[in-house]
């Protein structure tokens, strides 16, 4: 099995910054596709950012404003987001998946059924 745990959210003003993290941890060490989300209340949850064996995708709505990074050594995908608007108050979730070259092409497509979830962890962007 593997867990997958999101760290680092909070509340901020409209303008403010955070840094999530994720960390995605089995039994034996595996490389993971890893990919954040967020859901807000009532809408569709929608991908923000995608890490696949070096590549990193980012949604249109956060390019520019959102860096994600990812340290291998801890399998952790970090998600700094720079000027956050009210709009992006949300749940953010990290999910993750084994990594495996033939499938490398779907993973960030935006409609790959990662296979491991976090609980999420809460962002408040207030106006």
Not at 20 to 34: F, I, K, L, N, R
């Amino acid at each position: 099995q593997v867990q997958v745990r999101e760290s680092g959210g909070g509340s901020v003003q409209e303008g403010g910054s955070l840094n999530v993290s994720c960390t995605a941890s089995g039994p034996t060490h595996e490389d993971y596709v890893m990919g954040w989300f967020r859901q807000a209340p009532g809408k569709a949850r929608e991908r923000v950012s995608c890490w696949s064996d070096g590549k990193i995708y980012y949604s249109d709505s956060v390019k520019g404003r959102f860096t994600a990074s990812r340290d291998n050594a801890k399998n952790t995908l970090y998600l700094q987001m720079n000027n956050l608007k009210p709009e992006e108050t949300a749940m953010y979730y990290c999910a993750a998946d084994f990594w495996r070259e033939s499938y490398d092409d779907d993973y960030c497509s935006g409609s790959w059924p990662f296979g491991y979830w976090g609980q999420g962890t809460q962002v408040t962007v207030s106006s």
